[in-house]
């Protein structure tokens, strides 16, 4: 079975502009879930879908947005760029439902660099 | 809120050395607690979780983990360090309610000297 795929692996974009990541979940999976990683604050939730509604939020400015599509395929974007914004993004998948034990799985991440 | 904390940022071992990670959390509830590890420039990969299925929790990699309600802690632990074992680990900790946010601690850089 594919595991997480997340694309591109790596992007440049300059400040101002604005940017979409992609990420396919595996196969029967219908939580997505993305965290963005950086040297200084670490692994940050940034959003949950499931079932195509956005489920739990973390604590980022409305320039992150995300959404969800039928076939639980995942895409974040980030709009007016800053250059804070370079992190690798980290999208991960989890079974239907929700119980405590789901495991999330994760894919590759997009290693986003703003210039 | 939840949250873990994670003693040391970075731990040195010599291989075949004994290998313990200290991860601490804070729950006004029964957690989920897991351990991931992250290769250079890879995603992370699952260790282990535990559920309260049983205190102590075996993982991957011969990677075990120990739940203890009296320490709120949740040490990672692995008898003998193997070269590949270089690399970060991170606890996470995931409420009981609902949704799969996790929220992880700031990571511990672990190096496997000769």
């Known amino acids: 079975k594919a595991g997480v795929t997340q694309t591109p692996r790596y992007l440049i974009k300059t400040r101002g502009q604005q940017v979409t990541l992609s990420c396919s979940p595996i196969?029967?999976?219908?939580?997505v879930s993305w965290y963005q990683q950086t040297p200084g604050q670490g692994l940050q939730f940034l959003f949950e879908?499931?079932?195509?509604?956005?489920?739990n939020k973390g604590n980022f400015p409305g320039r992150f947005s995300g959404r969800q599509f039928s076939n639980s395929r995942s895409e974040m974007n980030v709009s007016t760029l800053e250059l804070g914004d370079s992190a690798l993004y980290l999208c991960?998948?989890?079974?239907?439902?929700?119980?405590?034990?789901?495991?999330?799985?994760f894919g590759a991440g997009t290693r986003l660099s703003v210039l | 809120a939840q949250s873990v904390t994670q003693l040391g940022s970075h731990v040195s071992v010599s291989e075949g050395a004994l290998v313990l990670l200290r991860c601490n959390y804070s729950?006004?509830?029964?957690?989920?607690l897991f351990w991931y590890v992250q290769y250079p420039n890879q995603g992370l990969q699952l260790l282990l979780k535990?559920?309260?299925?049983?205190?102590l929790v075996k993982g991957i990699n011969g990677f075990e983990a120990e739940f203890k309600k009296s320490e709120t802690s949740f040490h990672l632990t692995k008898p003998s360090a193997h070269m590949s074992d270089a690399a970060e680990y991170f606890c996470?900790?995931?409420?009981?309610?609902?949704?799969?946010?996790?929220?992880f601690g700031t990571g511990t850089q672990l190096k496997v000297e000769l």
């Open positions: 991960a998948s989890s079974l239907p439902g929700q119980g405590g034990g789901n495991i999330q799985y």
């Open positions: 196969s029967g999976h219908r939580s």
């Open positions: 879908y499931f079932s195509e509604t956005q489920r």
């Open positions: 996470a900790v995931r409420p009981g309610g609902g949704g799969n946010k996790l929220t």
């Open positions: 729950s006004s509830v029964p957690p989920y």
């Open positions: 535990y559920t309260s299925a049983a205190t």
